[in-house]
């Protein structure tokens, strides 16, 4: 029984029967997005990162909650892939210049970057979200705020955009406000261990106002 099944897989991948994963079709990668195998899982998942779509998320955000810790993390870097995809030379070559710029700490140029990004693209969600992130790295809350809102209007599965709000209300001190945004994004990616510590830190920020006002 070995032997021959042995000989059928020669076969099969002599013919190219056997799909390897960097030659599996987007569509064929979502639907073994719940295959029982996890190695296959694995494959859809790299896959899409390279060239899923963003209606794809709403699939692979189901993978965040994979048995699979592994399957997990390499799900959250996909849906990241495809959020930073604008489909725009222009912009995708401005998206990395951003990049840079941010990672160098040179936040206004970058600002002024991913401004001209969503001038040019307004629907490319992670403009704004990269926006965003720049505004509360220099402390004007309430234009992050306004660029999250943006975001959230046109990717509701963002849930680093969730993540963001939660870290600005902290900051402001509207602790309830932050504690229902870190909860919303959870529920979106149960995977950030950052944001459930931020929860164990809001939660006792809540306690302690409470006894402040008996």
Not at 43 to 65: H, N, Q, S, Y
Not at 71 to 79: F, G, L, P, V
Not at 80 to 109: F, K, M
Not at 187 to 200: A, F, Q, S, Y
């Amino acid at each position: 029984m070995h032997t021959l099944l042995t000989a059928l897989l020669s076969m099969l991948l002599l013919t190219g029967t056997v799909t390897r994963a960097d030659e599996l079709s987007r569509e064929q990668a979502l639907q073994r997005l719940s295959h029982a195998d996890a190695q296959t899982r694995r494959e859809a998942i790299l896959l899409l990162g390279e060239v899923g779509r963003m209606g794809d998320v709403t699939l692979l955000v189901t993978t965040l909650r994979d048995p699979s810790e592994d399957i997990r993390q390499y799900a959250e870097q996909a849906i990241w892939r495809i959020w930073g995809r604008s489909d725009n030379q222009e912009v995708d070559r401005l998206y990395q210049t951003g990049i840079e710029q941010t990672n160098a700490g040179d936040l206004q140029q970058a600002i002024a970057t991913f401004t001209r990004i969503i001038e040019i693209k307004p629907d490319f969600a992670e403009g704004w979200n990269k926006h965003a992130t720049l505004y509360f790295l220099v402390g004007d809350f309430r234009k992050s705020l306004a660029d999250c809102d943006e975001v959230m209007k046109r990717n509701p599965y963002h849930f680093g955009a969730l993540a963001g709000y939660a870290q600005i209300y902290a900051r402001l001190e509207y602790y309830d406000r932050a504690l229902e945004y870190s909860h919303r994004a959870l529920e979106i990616n149960p995977n950030l261990d950052g944001v459930r510590r931020n929860i164990d830190v809001i939660e006792r920020l809540i306690a302690q106002r409470r006894r402040q006002m008996i």
